[in-house]
């Protein structure tokens, strides 16, 4: 006999099976050679014009015995803009070239108009023993824009004729 149960758990089970069936479906697109869900980095909107006039120069990554990590980076701006907060990615492979882990920088320094500077961190971080060989690029960055309030700050004894001595006040800035 078969009774509203039946066909209330025949049902859901119908349901959980499709479900389980889109998900294994979908999951083996979703697997690339470089991991699960991993998709290559993109630009911001702002940075993606001045991609190309910022640039990665050079880079050194290594590691001691702690597994801290140090890097440097060596980042020419040839844009117009004042340019800050960077993101940079490192690929890692074993000898025979095959990707082994990525890690991700982010190097919060301004760097001026026209100028060369190198970017340092040094962080505790694990990259896979078999990495031998690796591949960094700059993927992002931000336009260095002028704030849009100033804080002035008033000294110990105030301004002539203002009542007002050692207070923080937010005017906006001017453009």
């Known amino acids: 006999m ?15 099976g499709s479900l389980a069936i889109l998900a294994v479906t979908r999951i083996s697109s979703a697997l690339t050679p470089k991991g699960l869900l991993v998709s290559e980095p993109k630009p911001s909107a702002e940075a993606a014009p001045l991609l190309h006039q910022v640039l990665l120069e050079k880079y050194r990554v290594g590691e001691n015995q702690d597994h801290v990590i140090a890097a440097e980076f060596q980042i020419r701006n040839d844009s117009g803009h004042d340019v800050k907060n960077f993101a940079v990615v490192c690929d890692f492979y074993d000898n025979s070239g095959e990707f082994k882990d990525r890690k991700w920088w982010t190097l919060d320094e301004t760097i001026p108009a026209g100028q060369t500077a190198t970017l340092s961190s040094t962080m ?15 993927t992002d960055f931000q336009l260095v824009k002028q704030p849009f309030y100033a804080l002035n700050r008033a000294t110990e004894g105030g301004h002539a004729g203002s ?7 937010a005017e906006p800035a001017s453009h």
């Open 2 to 16: 078969m009774t509203r149960q039946f066909w209330a758990n025949l049902a859901l089970c119908v349901i959980l």
């Open 124 to 138: 505790r971080r694990f990259v896979n023993s078999q990495a031998r060989a690796l591949n960094c690029q700059l």
């Open 163 to 169: 009542s007002d001595s050692g207070h923080t006040s």
